[in-house]
């Protein structure tokens, strides 16, 4: 299996622009994570889906973050409009059984930073 | 995290050396697992023990998990260069995995 796939790898944007970051998760995987990664708050769990249906989304900052699943093989995360402060690392993770019984697979991650 | 604290933060050996990290939590948990992350890489899965489980090992890698004192501990011996890396522990809390904000080991060659 390829792994979690993850795309763009870096995306640079400039301030109120939309940002998409994009995911395919390892196939047969049920749950689907984004966490967001930066120095001063380290990885924060953003929102996580279940056989495509977002279960929490309580980790979302704002409403200019949103996410979607439209199928068990895709996940976005839109920002719009994005702002310097969204600069991180976003990953995608999945698993295949009840959430925490069994390891995350993380892809490599989008590095986003906004001008 | 308010849920979680490691230490050290950061961790610098010799090869060869032994390397232990240490993880409190402030929950009952039913798990605990931990992650390595190279740099520019995503985590990677090492281990988990369950609330159940008072010491797990694999390969060099030695997990112990006190639930009275609400911490755990990683253990890496004989550090590789390789090993250079960050390290998190991971609990479930109300459904949600979370992260601590994990020790930065370097093992020098």
């Known amino acids: 299996d390829a792994g979690v796939i993850q795309s763009p790898r870096h995306e640079v944007t400039e301030m109120g622009q939309e940002v998409t970051l994009r995911c395919k998760p390892i196939?047969?995987?049920?749950?689907l994570f984004w966490y967001r990664q930066t120095m001063m708050r380290g990885l924060e769990l953003l929102i996580y889906?279940?056989?495509?249906?977002?279960?929490?989304d309580s980790g979302m900052p704002e409403d200019r973050f949103s996410a979607k699943m439209p199928n068990a093989s895709f996940s976005t995360l839109k920002i719009q409009p994005s702002e310097p402060r969204d600069s991180a690392v976003y990953f995608c993770?999945?698993?295949?059984?009840?959430?925490?019984?069994?390891?995350?697979?993380f892809g490599n991650g989008t590095r986003l930073t906004v001008t | 995290s308010q849920q979680g604290e490691e230490d050290p933060q950061a961790l610098s050996i010799q090869e060869g050396e032994n390397a232990t990290m240490n993880c409190s939590y402030k929950?009952?948990?039913?798990?605990l697992q931990w992650y390595r992350q190279n740099s520019g890489r995503g985590l990677v899965h090492l281990i988990l023990?369950?609330?159940?489980?008072r010491e797990k090992h694999s390969g060099r890698l030695r997990v112990t998990l006190d639930t009275s004192k609400k911490s755990s501990s990683l253990l890496i011996t004989a550090s590789r260069a390789a090993d250079t890396a960050s390290y998190f522990c991971?609990?479930?809390?109300?459904?949600?995995?979370?992260f601590g904000p994990g020790t930065s080991l370097s093992v020098i060659p």
């Open positions: 993770a999945s698993s295949d059984l009840r959430v925490g019984d069994s390891p995350l697979h």
């Open positions: 196939s047969g995987h049920d749950y």
């Open positions: 889906f279940n056989n495509n249906v977002p279960i929490d």
């Open positions: 929950t009952s948990i039913n798990n």
């Open positions: 023990i369950r609330s159940n489980e």
């Open positions: 991971a609990f479930l809390i109300y459904d949600k995995v979370i």
